[in-house]
């Protein structure tokens, strides 16, 4: 899935468990895990590609979906570690370890990868959720196909709208009991 829907899914489940009282504090750091994995997989090398050749697409633009194989190995690798719900699950134990509580936004990272499970093919990145201890991956649809972006960024629409009434209706009953 593109960033910004990461992005956009990991507030609203934030916005939600928040409302719920379920431990999240902030939204703004579940938001940001919840697109960490692209950033730490892409961002190294779309910086380097920027101060080397500018901005251009790394790959053939018309080719659908894009190969892999554009991309230096690096990327791959790190794309392994940030798209691993093994990795999560480590990381997400030994911050509790050391925090002797659990940080409930980290869970916006798990989100990222269940999300990117079925809305990558095998041609393109497909999420390796069980590396390192099993290559398994799913081929699933393109979140690029035109069909399905419209269908994802129309249930965002429709979930922040939700959230927007329910803090409106919150807001005049309180107003309201004064």
Known sequence: MDIL???LWSGALAK?????????????WAAFFGVAPDFLAFGPYLIVRILTVGFSPPFPMGSEPPSDAFMPQYVKELYHVSHSLIIFSAVFFLVWLIRKKPYWEFFAWALHILIDIPTHTSQFFPTPFLWPINNFEVSG??????????????LLAIVYIYLYISVRRRRENAARAL
């Open 5 to 7: 829907a990461h992005t």
């Open 141 to 154: 649809i393109s979140w690029g196909t035109p069909w399905f972006m419209v269908l994802n960024y129309t």
């Open 16 to 28: 939600v468990a928040k409302k719920r009282n379920f431990l999240i504090k902030s939204v703004g």
